[in-house]
């Protein structure tokens, strides 16, 4: 079965310095990743994610997200972080052996952009 | 296009009370799925729906049920409310193509007294 880990529950980043928060999965097959954010109160909103190809995505709002194959991660990064990314985020994954399976997801890195 | 939608927005139930929550998809989506999400334990999977037939389905007592209509509406059940189901219900639309992404509804939050 798929699993997604967040291994930090929080991240503080100081306002333009570069942020990453971090994300390692585990499949059977090949994986397809998603990033998703949530702010307070709403749903979630889509990032990007990763299929196949470049193993550096581009998202939504000048996120980007790097697949690493070998350490099993996809790392979501930003060069110059703002005040209103502070929100919670998500690193989801779908396993490709059927196409057919749930997306899991982590629990969740909450994310703090001091200005 | 519109997007997905959760009804109500709000609920309080009394612990053993039974409740249902409602989620209209985009238009030409036929998979849904729902999440229960808490603080301690982020967003778990409760199951997915695709053209009426339940497709998977996460670690959740039976009290927890689903079903899905021929117009891809989907229903969330809970019977026997407890105190621990308090809870931000999400559910998700997405077409039938393996990569692609989830839309989530704003979610219905459950407070179970």
């Known amino acids: 079965a798929q699993s997604v880990a967040q291994p930090e529950d929080q991240v503080n980043v100081a306002e333009g310095n570069p942020l990453t928060v971090k994300c390692t999965y585990s499949?059977?097959?090949?994986?397809?990743l998603f990033w998703y954010v949530q702010y307070p109160n709403r749903g979630l909103q889509f990032l990007l994610k990763?299929?196949?190809?470049?193993?550096l995505v581009k998202g939504s709002y000048g996120f980007e997200a790097e697949f690493n194959k070998s350490q099993t991660s996809f790392h979501l990064k930003k060069p110059s972080a703002l005040v209103s990314d502070s929100a919670l985020y998500f690193c989801?994954?779908?396993?490709?052996?059927?196409?057919?399976?749930?997306?899991?997801f982590g629990k969740g890195t909450r994310l703090s952009v001091i200005a | 296009k519109a997007g997905v939608t959760q009804t109500p927005r709000y609920l309080i139930k009394t612990r053993g009370q039974q409740v249902t929550l409602s989620c209209s998809p985009i238009?030409?989506?036929?998979?849904v799925s729902w999440y229960q999400q808490t603080p301690g334990q982020g967003l778990q999977f409760l199951f997915e729906?695709?053209?009426?037939?339940?497709?998977n389905k996460g670690n959740f007592p039976g009290r927890f049920s689903g079903r899905q209509f021929s117009n891809s509406r989907s229903e969330m059940n809970v019977s026997t409310l407890e105190l621990g189901d308090s809870a931000l219900y999400l559910c998700?639309?997405?077409?039938?193509?393996?990569?692609?992404?989830?839309?989530f509804g704003q979610g219905t939050r459950l407070t179970v007294v």
């Open positions: 989801a994954v779908r396993d490709d052996v059927s196409g057919n399976t749930p997306l899991v």
């Open positions: 499949v059977s097959g090949n994986p397809y």
């Open positions: 998700a639309s997405s077409s039938n193509r393996g990569p692609a992404k989830a839309f």
């Open positions: 729906y695709f053209s009426e037939t339940q497709r």
């Open positions: 990763y299929i196949t190809g470049d193993n």
């Open positions: 238009s030409g989506h036929r998979s």
